[in-house]
């Protein structure tokens, strides 16, 4: 999940099995949600993202979640693997572009031989 | 084609100097958003830009400013830096304005260390 301040939470799993990352959204006016991935040393690279008129996407190995009554998002990685270690961020956009991407604190994700 | 690119990708400057980063956008998109990313308040948005204009700005002060050139490359400045100026300050390019289902690309960054 998310939090503030200088520790990232983070979720260690075995390779190979799957993983879920949460995130609590603040604006209910938030219409767009993207989750990104940031490896070290790289910007946030798109993973997957969803409009408030769906609670359920999938991609690749990816399928994130909307709960929109809670405000709550997720992302899960099927089968992960070595290469899906890296902080996770969920993002907001309450729509007209106002304020741009709102995003949260990020869960660090770490693969388990 | 080629990603958002930035430069410098690390700067080291002292207190009180001022800076100017560049972001050059894919091809053809012609928003640019600035993000500060630090480890005590995460990404956090500076400003955005679209056709030359500032549509969008963060919670920022005025030391923080910028501007989009007509092939919509931007640049940001920082004047009378301080110590928590230290961030990493990413770009990053959509082709129309950020808002609904318009994908985000973001640069690698440009780490900036204020001394």
């Known amino acids: 999940g998310e939090s503030v301040g200088l520790h990232l939470p983070t979720l260690s799993v075995q390779e190979g099995d799957n993983s879920i990352i949460n995130c609590a959204y603040s604006?209910?006016?938030?219409?767009?949600f993207i989750w990104y991935k940031q490896e070290s040393g790289k910007g946030p690279q798109f993973i997957i993202d969803i409009r408030s008129n769906m609670d359920k996407r999938q991609g690749q190995r990816v399928t994130v979640l909307l709960n929109k009554t809670v405000k709550h998002l997720s992302l899960q990685i099927a089968a992960t693997q070595p290469g899906d270690s890296a902080v996770y961020f969920c993002a907001e956009n309450s729509g007209g572009g106002a304020d741009g991407l709102t995003f949260g604190k990020g869960t660090h994700l770490i693969i388990q031989p | 084609k080629a990603g958002v690119t930035q430069t410098p990708r690390y700067l080291i400057k002292t207190r009180g100097q001022q800076v100017t980063l560049s972001c050059s956008p894919i091809s053809g998109h012609r928003s640019v958003s600035w993000y500060q990313q630090t480890p005590g308040q995460g990404l956090q948005f500076l400003f955005e830009?679209?056709?030359?204009?500032?549509?969008n700005k963060g919670n920022f002060p005025g030391r923080f400013s910028g501007r989009q050139f007509s092939n919509s490359r931007s640049e940001m400045n920082v004047s009378t830096l301080e110590l928590g100026d230290s961030a990493l300050y990413l770009c990053a390019s959509s082709f129309v304005r950020s808002g609904s289902s318009n994908e985000q690309f973001f640069g690698p960054g440009t780490r900036l260390t204020v001394l």
């Open positions: 830009y679209f056709s030359e204009t500032q549509r």
């Open positions: 604006n209910s006016a938030s219409d767009y």
